[in-house]
């Protein structure tokens, strides 16, 4: 199967698809306040900001919030992603961002809103939040105690419970949730590069959904699979299905974005 082959077999997805695109950077001119030109003084930032990817980010972390439900974890993500987009620059016109736009409005304003919106989202209808901590891991015997209390209440959501370094299986298990997540985001981006989708074309937003609804179910047993004490257990299917097409995924970009 040659790169064509596959970019025209788009069509039967989408009839607009199956079309070279034009090549778009972010951070071609990276000046807050443009004095020459003629109609708009700050027409970078407000390109920018009324950007569909603008949105984008909001309803993103919105999502992905009530996915993972732990607020530490979300910043670990946020932050990773940027460092990717960095990695990945000189590979994706897209990514090549003014550092304005990558620190301020993705980060700390449309990242945080989205963390923030969501997990308030999860306390409004009483969500179970994740501990990526288990109960024999807690340094003393009252940490257990609220921990084993926990349970059976929402905790809070700005409540840092999350403790990677207690533990070095523990660490590598949600680093590697980490690493999943971050590669089905980054094959977002190679995916509709390699096979010429646009960013405004309804593929994408179905293929997000349905990423969407697959972790739902994904996330909570890869939890329920942490947090089982028995000494035999198993990762859930889901957790099976998703790192499947995950892998999937990134065959497709290595093969057809070389």
Not at 97 to 103: A, G, K, M, Q
Not at 105 to 113: E, R
Not at 203 to 223: D, F, M, Q, S
């Amino acid at each position: 199967q040659r790169r064509d082959d596959a970019r025209q077999f788009m069509k039967f997805l989408h009839p607009d698809l199956g079309i070279e695109l034009p090549e778009r950077s972010y951070g071609a001119d990276c000046r807050l306040y443009v004095p020459d030109h003629p109609t708009n003084r700050f027409k970078n930032l407000y390109d920018t900001i009324f950007d569909e990817f603008f949105l984008a980010h909001i309803f993103g972390w919105w999502g992905k919030a009530i996915l993972i439900r732990n607020q530490p974890l979300l910043w670990v993500l946020s932050i990773g992603f940027e460092l990717l987009e960095l990695t990945f620059r000189h590979m994706l016109p897209n990514f090549n961002e003014c550092w304005w736009d990558s620190i301020v409005l993705d980060i700390l304003i449309c990242n945080w809103f989205g963390i923030w919106a969501g997990m308030h989202t999860v306390r409004y209808f009483d969500g179970k939040t994740y501990e990526w901590v288990g109960i024999s891991r807690q340094p003393n015997i009252i940490g257990r105690v609220k921990r084993t209390l926990g349970q059976f209440t929402p905790a809070h959501w700005d409540k840092d419970e999350w403790h990677p370094l207690q533990g070095p299986w523990r660490f590598i298990q949600v680093l590697t949730l980490c690493i999943i997540f971050l590669t089905v985001e980054l094959n977002t981006f190679f995916l509709k590069f390699s096979l010429w989708i646009p960013p405004r074309n309804p593929v994408i937003l179905y293929r997000l959904i349905l990423w969407w609804l697959i972790a739902i179910p994904t996330i909570r047993e890869y939890n329920s699979y942490l947090q089982d004490r028995k000494p035999v257990k198993k990762v859930g299917s889901f957790c099976w299905l998703s790192t499947g097409i995950c892998i999937v995924e990134l065959l497709i970009c290595i093969k057809f974005g070389t």
